[in-house]
């Protein structure tokens, strides 16, 4: 059984930075890709970035391009969501998922099957 564990979330000011980390168990951690989206209240959940298995290939929502970074840790099945300049638009609930298809990377919710249960991320202007 995956399961999923993030961590990081919290309150910040704008131009801030966090960290956020998703702690994954129950597979091969390395064989999946592993994505990071959120959801802000009274808007549909959106995909901020993803990374694949091997941390060779990353995509990004435009709206954070510069100022997030994906990686990943596949000796601690560990990946990360570094988050700089943050921004009040950038308060929601973050969401740490993992592919459902071994060496597939996408960035479509739908080819996600496992979730994390969110952590919240407040920017403050």
């Known amino acids: 059984q995956v399961q999923l564990v993030e961590s990081g979330g919290g309150l910040v000011q704008a131009g801030g930075s966090l960290r956020l980390s998703c702690a994954a168990s129950?597979?091969?951690?390395?064989?999946?890709?592993m994505g990071w989206f959120r959801q802000a209240p009274g808007k549909e959940r959106e995909a901020v970035a993803a990374?694949?298995?091997?941390?060779?290939?990353?995509h990004y929502v435009d709206s954070v391009k510069g100022r997030f970074t994906i990686s990943r840790d596949n000796a601690k099945n560990t990946v990360f969501l570094q988050m700089n300049s943050l921004k009040p638009g950038d308060t929601a609930v973050y969401y740490c998922?993992?592919?459902?298809?071994?060496?597939?990377?996408?960035?479509?919710?739908?080819?996600?099957?496992?979730w994390g249960q969110g952590t919240q991320v407040t920017v403050s202007s």
């Open positions: 990374i694949s298995w091997g941390g060779a290939r990353t």
């Open positions: 129950g597979r091969t951690f390395s064989m999946y890709t």
């Open positions: 998922a993992a592919a459902i298809t071994a060496y597939a990377f996408g960035v479509e919710a739908a080819g996600y099957g496992y």
